[in-house]
């Protein structure tokens, strides 16, 4: 079965998401999902060497001080899933346009959701900046990738235009906000919901999945 993760490696609530998927499963070792993450860029405007952490916060809320608290909720609730929130370490909030790309190149071998673990931790809890080439080229080889190979693809622009294409589709499909899951393009679920919350969905594709294995030929 398919889980489609409409998700960007600068938001701390798809970090969230993604460890309480992550737990959901473990509640349901019946089903065989495969993920598939595809690009949402929340701030596509920002310049490929990103912006300053600070510069961010006002131009986004005005407020540096909002965004400390912010970061102190979210330190909360991200404990609780095992994250460790390290906002302080961030310097830069990087453009993620690079990221996303690399994603769609780890696809092709498998690596994508090993990679996607590591793009979160890396920005999130060791402060790294994830639209630097040479980063994402150090996170691919620890996930299992060539490193010479991912290099060499970063530097060009393969899969930029499907990564704008895919994007602007969520944007399009009225997916305003993320982490955003579909299951076997049938089922949808909107941010980082407790786990409880997708067992309903792997109900209902268990129940359609015996239902169909039952059928007469």
Not at 64 to 92: H, P, T
Not at 185 to 192: E, F, I, N, P, T
């Amino acid at each position: 079965m398919l889980i489609e993760v409409f998700a960007d490696f600068s938001c701390p609530w798809c970090f969230i998401g993604r460890r309480r998927l992550a737990r959901a499963l473990e509640l349901r070792p019946q089903l065989s999902m495969r993920t598939v993450w595809q690009p949402f860029q929340l701030n596509p405007e920002i310049p490929s060497e990103g912006i300053g952490r600070r510069q961010y916060s006002l131009g986004k809320l005005g407020d540096f001080d909002r965004l400390v608290a912010m970061e102190q909720m979210l330190a909360e609730s991200g404990g609780k899933d095992g994250i460790r929130f390290k906002f302080d370490l961030i310097e830069r909030i990087p453009n993620t346009m690079a990221a996303h790309r690399l994603m769609r190149l780890a696809a092709r071998t498998q690596h994508d959701d090993a990679l996607a673990d590591a793009l979160f931790s890396a920005f999130f809890e060791k402060g790294k900046d994830i639209g630097n080439l040479v980063v994402l080229a150090d996170l691919a080889a620890a996930a299992g990738m060539d490193r010479a190979a991912v290099l060499a693809f970063l530097q060009g622009r393969e899969e930029a235009d499907a990564v704008a294409s895919i994007d602007a589709l969520g944007h399009q499909s009225g997916i305003a906000g993320v982490p955003y899951f579909i299951f076997d393009r049938r089922y949808a679920l909107a941010g980082a919901q407790e786990p409880v919350s997708f067992l309903p969905l792997f109900d209902a594709l268990i129940a359609t999945s015996d239902e169909m294995m039952a059928s007469p030929a």
